[in-house]
């Protein structure tokens, strides 16, 4: 059953997370923007081994594609938020980088 108010909570963790992540991208230091992808890219191998594990039962009718096929699905699942968050992290890094070439390019012609 749909409830509104679980709703809104999911909808403002969602729009916590991506403004947080555009905050950490906009640090001048790279390190920052990468901690959230790194943090569910580390989650997602953690789903998707012990997914592997538990789906893992020894049989002779089942073969290494049954057990192969179905985890790299759920691994390739639970990394859509790692890529949505490396693009906002590249995004706001071609920004930044952007911005520093024409400071460069200012302070070569007020030298020049």
Known sequence: MFNPINAL????????????????????????GLVL??????????????AALYAYVPTEHQSFGDILVPTLLLFLMYNIP?????????ACQEKY???????????QDLDG
């Open 37 to 50: 992808p790194s943090l569910t890219f580390l989650f997602s191998l953690c789903v998707t081994f012990g």
């Open 82 to 90: 790692t890529l949505v968050l490396l693009g906002i992290y590249f």
């Open 9 to 32: 909570i999911t909808l403002a963790l969602l729009v916590g997370i991506v403004l947080l992540q555009i905050f950490l991208s906009r640090r001048e230091s790279r390190w920052p």
């Open 97 to 107: 980088s952007r911005k520093k070439q024409l400071d460069k390019m200012n302070i």
